[in-house]
């Protein structure tokens, strides 16, 4: 079985916004990456992000922006050395003004630690896309205090 996931969300801010609160080091730390974030995304190169929730700072592999529309990275999965999970994050304006989000993931090993793994990484994403709503639409940091 492949292990794999998508979740996402509506945030009532316009496409650009949503967007450069992801690609941005500055602002993704302001919501999701409570350890701090580390470089721009920018295809091809590697950035670090981390949090208070887990130990020490992850690589992660940016593989593809498209401004306004598309981010895909790749990021090693828990427990399994030199395996990478492929994430890719869909932003879509809406009519009404506000942006759909979509993250998806995958490339787990099948494996019961995979299993794992791709469970803890579809709670954190969803916790992301709730943190980045609550931040952008109304300045609220969920994070804060959550995990310390």
Known sequence: ????????????KPVG???DAVVNPHR???FFTTGGAKGVLVAGTEVTWDFHDF????PVRVQEVVP????????EA?????????VTMTFQPLDDGRTLVRI????????????????????????MLCAMKAWLEHGI?????FYK
């Open 68 to 75: 306004n529309e598309k981010i895909t990275l790749q990021w």
């Open 28 to 30: 993704l730390s302001q």
């Open 17 to 19: 916004d949503v967007f």
């Open 104 to 127: 998806s993931e995958y490339g787990w090993p099948d494996t019961d630690t995979g299993l794992k793994s791709c469970l803890g990484n579809c709670e954190g994403w969803t916790g």
């Open 141 to 145: 940091r969920l994070r804060d205090g």
């Open 1 to 12: 079985m492949e292990l794999k996931f998508t979740v996402s969300g509506r945030i009532a």
């Open 55 to 58: 130990p020490g700072a992850f």
């Open 78 to 86: 828990d427990g399994a050395a030199n395996t990478w999970t492929t």
